[in-house]
Structure formats: structure tokens, C-alpha cells
């Protein structure tokens, strides 16, 4: 069956600290991937998007990996602050009119 | 904020009450699309307009009704729900629902839906 899986429910790291969060997929073939962030009470908000034959997309202090080998998509955030606590998501795209998500991972940054 | 906008915010109803959920949006998009989300579970996508049609219906219950007078507005009218209902309903939008793939969705906050 097809699964989406984001390393951990919850990541708690130090404020500066890169964190890094991890989704991987099995039954797949994406076309795209896309990471959200969702704050409490909010709807996700789009972060970015890599397509399969990108190995690397970054937008400020944000950086996201996508290996169709390893099927895993890493999402960093450097020098992390506490403004940077949310739930992050990742949502496969494939050929079809739809998106998959995962459950997400809470991130919280410690001042 | 995001320019897609949900009423209410909040509802609680009963399992026999007749509700609707409203979406509108204002970024001049064609598709828009009802996802659930449940505690420590995927959003789950329900249904998709484009154009004004439905494109996709996800084997969703017929307790939950979409509907589309333009492009513009969604309703999600909810009878006869079950308490494992309760959720936050999500609206999102597209500039139209692409095949490709490259939907980059625009949330609206969500109505959270108790049901008792």
C-alpha cells in the first residue's frame, strides 16, 4: 500500500541548530513534492515544491532534498528560531489531480 | 489572510442537525477543493471543483454534500453526521486543478466541527 512517513511526530531542537526533518514514501512515483507549514488553529501554508529531477531547492533558510533513489525528501531549516515552531508537512504530487500527505512532523525550537 | 476564507471557525452540532460549512475565495483561482483533517492522521482530500465541476469525489460518505455555484464559493453541507466526523474541514485553492501535478494549494484556517 502507498505510505508517506515523516521521521518523527515531534523534533525538539535548540534555538541556532539546523533542524532537519525527514519524509519518506513507498508505492510512489512523485512528480513533485511540496512542504507546509502549519501553525495551531491555521490552515498549511506552502513552503516549496522540487520536482523529481531536482536534487535541491532552497528559499532563504530553508532547504529541501528529494532522492527518487532513496525515496526521502529532507526538509532543513538553518540557524533555527522559535518562530520556526509549526507542524511541517509533505505532500507527494503525482500524475493524477491530487496530493498525498503525511501526518506531519511539530517542530519546537528551545530559545 | 490567505485569501481564502472559512465560516465558521468553529461549529458544534448535533447528530441530526442540517449545517453548512463556507468557503470563499479571493485570489481569482478555478479550483477548490475540501480536505479533512483528523488528529495524528493525513489530510485526507474529499472533493475537487474545477471550473465549477467536480473532478474528484474520494469515496466520501453522502452525509457530506459539496457544492459549487461558481468559482469563487464552495459549501460542504453536512446531515446526519457521526461523531468520528468531527475534524477541521480544510478549503484550499488553485489557479485550476492541474494534471501535472503542480498544485500548489491555498488553505483557508479551517472549520473546526465537533460533533456530538
Known amino acids: 500500500s502507498q505510505k508517506i512517513e515523516q521521521n518523527s511526530e515531534a523534533l525538539n531542537i535548540q534555538e541556532g541548530k539546523t533542524a532537519t526533518l525527514t519524509c519518506n514514501y513507498t508505492?510512489?512515483?512523485?512528480?513533485?513534492l511540496q512542504w507546509y507549514r502549519q501553525d495551531p488553529g491555521r490552515g498549511p501554508v506552502f513552503l516549496l515544491l522540487?520536482?523529481?529531477?531536482?536534487k535541491e531547492k532552497r528559499k532563504e533558510r530553508l532547504k529541501v532534498t528529494f532522492d527518487t533513489t532513496l525515496k526521502q525528501s529532507l526538509f532543513h531549516i538553518t540557524a533555527s528560531q522559535p518562530a520556526d515552531s509549526a507542524t511541517y508537512l509533505c505532500?507527494?504530487?503525482?500524475?493524477?489531480?491530487?496530493?498525498?500527505f503525511g501526518t506531519g512532523t511539530r517542530l519546537t525550537v528551545i530559545p | 489572510e490567505t485569501g481564502v476564507t472559512q465560516t465558521p471557525r468553529h461549529l458544534v452540532m448535533g447528530m441530526t442537525n442540517k449545517k453548512s460549512l463556507k468557503c470563499e475565495q479571493h485570489?481569482?483561482?478555478?479550483?477548490m477543493y475540501w480536505y479533512k483533517q483528523s488528529a495524528k492522521k493525513p489530510l485526507e482530500l474529499m472533493f475537487v471543483?474545477?471550473?465549477?465541476?467536480?473532478?474528484e469525489n474520494n469515496s466520501v460518505p453522502s452525509r457530506f454534500s459539496p457544492e459549487c455555484p461558481n468559482s469563487s464559493h464552495l459549501f460542504l453541507h453536512l446531515h446526519t453526521l457521526q461523531p468520528e466526523d468531527s475534524a477541521l474541514y480544510l478549503c484550499?485553492?488553485?489557479?485550476?486543478?492541474?494534471?501535472?501535478?503542480?498544485?500548489?494549494?491555498?488553505f483557508g484556517a479551517g472549520s473546526r466541527l465537533t460533533v456530538l
Open positions: 484550499a485553492s488553485t489557479p485550476e486543478a492541474s494534471s501535472s501535478g503542480a498544485n500548489v494549494l491555498t
Open positions: 508505492n510512489y512515483s512523485p512528480a513533485y
Open positions: 522540487i520536482r523529481e529531477n531536482e
Open positions: 505532500a507527494l504530487a503525482t500524475g493524477a489531480n491530487n496530493l498525498f
Open positions: 485570489l481569482g483561482h478555478n479550483a
Open positions: 471543483y474545477n471550473f465549477k465541476e467536480q473532478t
